[in-house]
């Protein structure tokens, strides 16, 4: 399978994953999410998310609240903390405004973090 340019840089995980909850870039939301499968928020949220499988937030996304995630990768924006017990991948379009603790975490050069960031085995 071959990928562009723009595919090889932004990733295509998110791509090959199935979701149980999608939220469109087009959607507001207002309140806490609990979600047991993986999901994918491209919208705005205020509320806190909790995740126990994947989260992709993408490009579009503005997340106002704490998140607590077993495996990220964030494309958006997220205004809030974020603890995270496996993998954190941060792009290159990415700002977060908050605190940081995972176990690994991989970002991109061009990512914005105006917090403290804490490697935490979990």
Do not use: W
């Amino acid at each position: 399978m071959f990928f562009d340019k723009k595919q090889k840089e932004e990733g295509h995980k998110q791509d090959c994953v199935e979701y149980d909850l999608v939220m469109a870039h087009t959607g507001g939301l207002v309140g806490d999410i609990k979600v047991k499968g993986n999901a994918r928020i491209d919208g705005e949220l205020t509320g806190t998310v909790s995740s126990e499988a994947y989260l992709y937030i993408g490009t579009k996304a503005l997340i106002k609240g704490d998140l607590l995630l077993k495996e990220a990768v964030i494309a958006g924006a997220v205004v809030g903390d974020i603890i995270c017990l496996g993998s954190l991948e941060l792009k290159a379009t990415a700002k977060i405004y908050g605190d940081i603790i995972c176990n690994h975490l991989t970002c991109a050069p061009q990512a914005c973090i105006k917090g403290t960031c804490s490697n935490y085995p979990m």
